[in-house]
């Protein structure tokens, strides 16, 4: 399986501690402890660190909530690494990515947090709802080096 890297989204540190919307960026270097331009506040709070370095989500599982009435765009809802060309269910905990020069392994599925509430188009919704099963998926990284917009995503071990 192979796709590509629609966008690599980042937050810096601010004052409301909340890691999301990020914002696209071209090229990332992704770190042992997350992608570099990108702080969140919880992943530092709790040290989450290593397990939970790096967050991607499907652009068509962001196409499919859309069409449902939503408008979300890439590194709305906190993915650091929007993949393009990706099933959402064929991504699996254990599978080994190359995103570029890094590698990462899927550590777990992402549950809706509470911050999503203060995107403007989910404010009076059942966020955990529209979400289930459709948030993203976490990574740890077994090999830092740069990302960029573009770049294959391969599916090296299952």
Same mark, same amino acid.
């Given at each position: 399986m192979e796709g590509t890297v629609h966008s690599i989204n980042v937050k810096g540190s601010s004052t409301d501690g909340v890691g999301l919307p990020k914002t696209p960026v071209e090229m990332a270097f992704i770190y042992y402890a997350g992608v570099e331009g990108d702080y969140n506040n919880y992943r530092i709070r709790k040290n989450k660190g290593w397990?939970?370095?790096? *967050?991607?989500?499907?652009? &068509? *599982?962001? &196409?499919?909530?859309?069409? &449902?009435?939503? *408008?979300?765009? !890439?590194?709305?809802?906190? &993915?650091?690494?929007?993949?393009?060309?990706?099933?959402?269910d064929s991504i699996k905990v254990g599978g080994i990515y190359q995103i570029g020069d890094s590698v990462i392994e899927i550590t777990e599925p992402i549950v809706p947090?509470?911050?999503?509430?203060?995107? !403007?188009?989910f404010r009076g919704i059942n966020v955990s709802k529209v979400l289930k099963g459709r948030r993203g998926w976490y990574a740890s990284v077994y090999r830092e080096g740069v990302t960029m917009s573009g770049d294959y995503i391969k599916l090296i071990s299952k």
């Open positions: 397990k939970r370095a790096v *967050s991607l989500h499907c652009l &068509e *599982s962001l &196409e499919e909530i859309n069409r &449902e009435g939503f *408008s979300i765009k !890439p590194g709305d809802l906190g &993915e650091n690494i929007t993949t393009r060309n990706i099933l959402y947090c509470e911050n999503l509430h203060l995107l !403007p188009y």
